[in-house]
């Protein structure tokens, strides 16, 4: 367990990373809407002592009941339609949409037609958006910080 | 280090043969007892020019059984090859095909709304279902979950997967045979080098090529740092199951650090964009392969020594034995592969199989250090195959990675197939072209062939295992749904 610490500590110093962060805070509910999987893994990658997230306030709560952020991945399938309005319908007020990677944007999605839905953007109103395939931590740590900041 | 590695290969064939619909059984089952394990079986065509195929893999050859299913209806071989199962299922949904002795035959792709039609029917005193999904509680990916539970102890699980069905494999019908390639790649991002490994094989092999030394060599390098990466990040997920927060962040960063050097020597962070039909998207000069293995002989060391903490945490290796248990004759039977078939103890690593790529015959496989085929053995597993792949990227970028181009081999053929070792498991690809062009795609990933295993390893376990059983399997939903 002390080997373990001693190697996150030596891995939080070089990653340089500022201890304080102004006072902030953002609950963000992530739904994955058909992605391939890698913008959840860079997702994820934001909690790595690399990045921390987690130090400006930033959060991934566990439902939509305690969200902010609708963080959405993927083109949305027909067969994720329904449970994505429903994530949404649930969030109170005031609540902000985030679409994660090029698939949830619409751009060079790939797939059959038939089997997707509308794309995000004409499903619900996004505010923040994150290009990339997939996006790297880097990315959408800077574009949901860039959001929240925002005046 | 020199090991011998596998020559120039001869041209990788499929024996494809057709069968009349009213031996079909006899035929599979002709094949079983010759020792071919059945490993994918596909639906193709429309209307009355339906087909079936089968595949069956023996070392490293394959054979494709195909029958006529025009009239919509052909013979099961559940019976004889219960890894079929959700193939047939997959068939009737997708493709309208009737499979006799299949009974019932649930839905699996299409979402019945009647609870009733896709779930196994489990009755009694005290039992009640649990729902989840298809959205969960962290970064997961979505998929359904119905448990039928008495108390807090699970008697069966349904799966209800195929949320993310993206039609991956219909939208790349007709696409010239490079250009299709991206459809199998983005299947999965975590399994993205294999997929594409697997689309680029079954691809020349239908074409008449052979990939020369140096491209089995290059896919080598990009099918091990996929691994690398997954593997760090399935160990991470595990911690993260048993709440070992020191564990999870540790192996996280270790991720971060193989990630970056993917980004390094490919230009992507996923490895997209480093795998083409017929040739290397990768080259890496002497100076950077150099480094890169000094990289990789830190991030070894660091790995080691992370693991160690974590196996001699007697707290952490207490959450994890005899959780998710798989019988080593259940594994076979329902088809396992990859590390959740070897903590079973079932010898079976394509990558031993692959005269396509680098490893020949000097590979040897990890042992499973002990092979209870539980969430701690697979755990171990992963940790135990660690330093393999270290060892082959050391072996592998001691040379530079060159550009290069398969190379004709002989006639074209209607058919390819190609198996590859992702880091879940043995993904099939079959594909069929028609001048050139793509007639039918199918992969058949790790995750896909292990989700009825890790469904079946479920049942008698305590619901609040459940996210533990699956971190410790951590299939994809992509891979499987595609």
Sequence with gaps: MFVLLRHLQRVRRQAALSRHSGSRSLAIRHVDAGSCNACEHELTATAAPQYDLQRFGLDIVASPRHADVLLVTGPVTRRMEAALLRAYEAMPEPRRVAALGNCALGCGVLADAGELAAPLHEMLPVDIRIPGCPPSPQEIAEAILAAVDAP | ?482
């Excluded at chain 2, 259940?330 to 990558?351: I, S």
């Excluded at chain 2, 539980?374 to 970028?397: I, K, Q, S």
């Design chain 2, 1 to 482: 280090m020199s090991r011998p590695r596998a020559a120039t290969p001869p041209r990788q064939t499929v024996d494809a043969i057709a069968v009349e619909p009213l031996a079909w059984r006899e035929a599979c089952a002709s094949q079983i007892e010759g020792g071919w394990r059945f490993c994918g079986a596909y639906a193709a065509g429309v209307w009355k020019a339906r087909r079936w195929t089968a595949l069956f893999a023996r070392g490293a050859g394959a054979i494709a059984l195909t029958t006529d299913a025009g009239g919509a209806s052909v013979p099961t071989i559940v019976d004889l090859a219960p890894a079929a199962s959700w193939d047939e299922r997959e068939a009737h949904d997708l493709y309208g095909l009737r499979f006799d002795g299949h009974e019932p035959l649930r839905p699996l792709v299409r979402h019945a709304p009647e609870t009733a039609s896709w779930t196994v029917p489990v009755g009694g005193e005290g039992t009640y279902q649990v729902a989840v999904g298809p959205i969960h509680a962290g970064v997961i990916e979505s998929g359904h979950f119905r448990f039928h539970v008495v108390g807090e102890r699970i008697l069966h699980v349904d799966p209800r997967l195929f949320y993310k069905h993206r039609g991956l494999e219909v939208a790349a019908e007709g696409c010239e045979a490079p250009a299709a390639l991206p459809y199998a790649q983005r299947a999965c991002g975590a399994c993205a080098v294999t997929n594409a490994v697997a689309y680029a094989q079954a691809c020349e092999g239908a074409l008449g090529l052979v990939a020369p030394r140096a491209l089995r060599r290059a896919r080598t390098v990009l099918l091990e740092l996929e691994r690398l990466y997954n593997h760090l990040n399935d160990i991470a997920a595990v911690c993260a199951g048993v709440g070992f927060a020191p564990g999870n962040m540790a192996f996280a960063a270790l991720k971060e650090r193989a990630q970056r050097l993917n980004a390094e020597l490919a230009g992507h962070r996923f490895l997209f964009g480093a795998v083409a039909v017929g040739e290397s998207g990768i080259a890496i000069a002497a100076d950077r392969a150099e480094r890169a293995r000094g990289a990789l002989r830190e991030l070894g060391q660091d790995a080691a020594r992370a693991w160690r903490e974590i196996a001699f945490s007697a707290s952490v290796q207490a959450r994890l034995g005899g959780v998710g248990a798989l019988g080593r004759e259940d594994a076979a039977e329902l088809g396992a592969v990859g590390p959740a078939a070897r903590a079973c103890g079932l010898a079976l690593d394509t990558r031993a199989e692959s005269p396509g790529l680098w490893y020949g015959a000097a590979f040897a496989p990890a042992a499973p250090p002990a092979p209870r085929g539980d969430a701690a053995a697979r755990l171990e597993m992963r940790a135990a195959e660690l330093p393999v792949t270290f060892e082959l990227l050391d072996e592998l970028l001691a040379e530079p990675i060159e550009a290069a181009v398969a190379a004709p081999a002989g006639p074209a053929d209607p058919i390819g197939i190609s198996r590859v070792e992702s880091p879940r498991g043995e993904t099939v690809c079959a594909v069929e072209l028609v001048g050139g062009a793509v007639r039918r795609l199918h992969l058949r990933t790790g995750s896909y062939a292990n989700w009825p295993a890790l469904a079946h390893a479920t049942a008698g376990n305590l619901l609040p295992d459940f996210p533990l059983i699956n971190k410790s399997f951590e299939l994809c939903y992509a891979c499987a749904d595609r």
